[in-house]
C-alpha cells in the first residue's frame, strides 16, 4: 500500500482541462516533489488529495483509503500548509495553533505540549504571545509548518512553503521537514519552483506540465534521460522555455470579449 496513490485523475474547470490523466504513487516515508512551470496544475493536484475539490474523473487513496468516500478517515492522515498564507492574522501565535488543534480534535490534555513542542520544533515559542500580523513572511511560513504538524499527520502536503524566504530561512525550514520525515516518518508531498531543493531532498520527482506528467523518477534519472547536468536543466528539457501565460491571456481575452458583447459592440 502506497502513502498517495493517483490513478487516471483528471480536473476539469470547464473548457479547460487543469489536470489530465495523471497517476503516480507516492512511498511512505519519502519526499515527493511536484514540480511545474505555472498553472500546470499542481495547486489544483493538492486540493484533488486533501479533499477541497473533487476530481472530474480519476481515484485518489491517501493510506488506502479512498479520499472521495472516506473523506473523514483521510483528514486525519495529513496535514497541509497552503499556497496562500492562511493564518489568522489577529490572533497570536499560539491562539493560531489553538484553533486548528481544537479543529481536528487534538485530545484536550494534549494541546498544551504538543503547541510548546512544535513552536519549539520551528523556533517560535519566545514569539508565542505575539500576534501573527507583527510576524515576517519566514515566520508566517514557520507557524504554518508547524500548525500543519499539529495532528502528528502520516502525511503533510506543502504548496510551495519556501516561496519568497531568504536562504537562511529555505534551509531552515528543510531541516525540520527532513527532521520530521526521517524521525517520525512522516511523507512529504512538496511542490516547490526552486529545484535546487527537489534536487537536495527529494527521493521521488514528478514534473507535471499543462496538466499532464512528463517525466517521473529520481533526480538522477531525469538528468540521464534528457542529458543534462543539473535538474533545472533536466526541467527545462522536458517543460520548455516559454512562459506560461496562455491561459490568463485567453482568459482575459474572453473577459473583453463578454464585455463587448454586453456593451452590444
Ligand atoms: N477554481 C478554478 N477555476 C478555473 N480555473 C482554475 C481554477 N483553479 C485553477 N484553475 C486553472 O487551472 C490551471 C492550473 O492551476 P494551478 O493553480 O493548479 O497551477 P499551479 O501548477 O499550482 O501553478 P503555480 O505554480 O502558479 O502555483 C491554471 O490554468 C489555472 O488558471
Ligand atoms: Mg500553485
Given at each position: 500500500m502506497y502513502a498517495i496513490e493517483t490513478k487516471e485523475l483528471t480536473k476539469k474547470f470547464g473548457s479547460l482541462t487543469a489536470v489530465d490523466n495523471i497517476s503516480f504513487q507516492v512511498k511512505h516515508g519519502s519526499i515527493f516533489a511536484f514540480l511545474g512551470p505555472n498553472g500546470a496544475g499542481k495547486s489544483t493536484t493538492i486540493k484533488m488529495l486533501t479533499t477541497l475539490l473533487s476530481p472530474t474523473s480519476g481515484m485518489v487513496t491517501l493510506n488506502g483509503f479512498d479520499v472521495s468516500k472516506d473523506s473523514n478517515e483521510v483528514r486525519r492522515n495529513f496535514g497541509i500548509v497552503f499556497q496562500d498564507p492562511s493564518l489568522d492574522?489577529?490572533?497570536t501565535a499560539y491562539e493560531n495553533m489553538e484553533l486548528h488543534a481544537v479543529l481536528y480534535k487534538v485530545p484536550q490534555n494534549e494541546i498544551k505540549e504538543r503547541i510548546e513542542q512544535l513552536l519549539n520544533f520551528v523556533e517560535l515559542w519566545d514569539r508565542r504571545?505575539?500576534?501573527?500580523?507583527?510576524?515576517s513572511g519566514g515566520m508566517k511560513r514557520r507557524l504554518e509548518i508547524a500548525r500543519g504538524l499539529l495532528h502528528h499527520p502520516k502525511i503533510l502536503f506543502l504548496d510551495?512553503?519556501?516561496?519568497?524566504?531568504d536562504p537562511q530561512t529555505r534551509n531552515h525550514i528543510w531541516s525540520y521537514l527532513i527532521k520530521m520525515n526521517k524521525e517520525e516518518g512522516t511523507t512529504i508531498f512538496v511542490t516547490t519552483h526552486y529545484m535546487e531543493e527537489a534536487d537536495k531532498v527529494a527521493d521521488q520527482i514528478a514534473i507535471i506540465d499543462h496538466g499532464k506528467i512528463v517525466a517521473q523518477g529520481t533526480s538522477a534519472e531525469l538528468k540521464e534521460k534528457t542529458k543534462t547536468q543539473s535538474l533545472e536543466e533536466a526541467f527545462i528539457a522536458l517543460t520548455g522555455h516559454e512562459i506560461r501565460h496562455e491561459e490568463a491571456a485567453k482568459g482575459l481575452h474572453m473577459r473583453h470579449w463578454r464585455s463587448a458583447a454586453r456593451r452590444g459592440s
Open positions: 492574522d489577529d490572533l504571545d505575539n500576534l501573527v500580523k507583527t510576524f510551495e512553503p519556501t516561496i519568497g524566504l
